[in-house]
């Protein structure tokens, strides 16, 4: 079974710039998560999906971050403009369901010079 | 605020000898508890969990046990291995709720010298 895949891996951008993301869940996982893990720090829930549904953004800075899992499978997170506190891995994860074991992809490594 | 700590930010252990990590958490209504390993440039993978109504959960050589009343968890990996060496996260959910979002600590890197 494929894991949880991101793209990019690494992106170095300058600020006030603009960045996406894109992740692709294992394949029948209904239940999709955006984490930030900024360094010394654990990673940090910034919006979760249920199908394409948004169930928890609360986290989710929305003057700058925006997230959509159109059809219910991939996801695209993206920042704009993008600030120097932005830097960060963010990590894609997945789960069958809503109380099931989730899985991480390998995260995008995002630097704001 | 910081609801989940690991209050050691490095841990190192020889080679066959026990490793234990540690984890404090602040709320009791907490009920459910996991640790997550990571590996540089990869992400977290799930490790081993356990529920409020255990003290203890053993899997291979990783047990995790737990101290309700210490709002305290911890992990022993016995024997350590060199392929061990890794950041190591304790993890909770929030009390049953519309979202099961994972509250991480802020992890513990583990070095197990051959």
């Known amino acids: 079974e494929a894991g949880v895949a991101q793209s990019p891996r690494y992106k170095i951008i300058e600020k006030r710039q603009s960045v996406a993301f894109w992740c692709n869940p294992i394949?029948?996982?209904?239940?999709l998560y955006w984490y930030q893990q900024i360094l010394g720090q654990g990673p940090k829930l910034l919006i979760q999906f249920q199908n394409n549904g948004v169930v928890d953004d609360s986290q989710l800075p929305k003057d700058r971050f925006s997230a959509e899992r159109l059809k219910g499978v991939d996801s695209t997170l993206k920042i704009q403009p993008a600030k120097l506190e932005d830097s960060a891995v963010y990590l894609c994860?997945?789960?069958?369901?809503?109380?099931?074991?989730?899985?991480f992809g390998p995260g995008t490594r995002l630097l704001v010079l | 605020d910081q609801q989940v700590k690991q209050n050691s930010p490095s841990l190192s252990v020889q080679e066959g000898r026990i490793s234990i990590l540690n984890c404090d958490y602040t709320?009791?209504?907490?009920?459910?508890f996991l640790w997550y390993k990571k590996y540089p440039a990869e992400g977290p993978t799930f490790l081993i969990s356990i529920s409020s109504i255990k003290d203890k959960n053993e899997d291979g050589r990783f047990t995790v046990f737990l101290n309700k009343s210490a709002k305290h968890l911890s992990l022993h990996i016995v024997p350590s291995q060199p392929g061990d060496s890794a950041v190591y996260f304790c993890a909770t959910l929030p009390p049953r709720g519309a979202t099961n979002k994972l509250i991480f600590g802020t992890g513990t890197l583990l070095a197990v010298q051959p």
């Open positions: 709320n009791s209504m907490f009920d459910y």
């Open positions: 394949s029948g996982h209904a239940t």
């Open positions: 994860a997945s789960a069958r369901g809503f109380t099931e074991t989730q899985y």
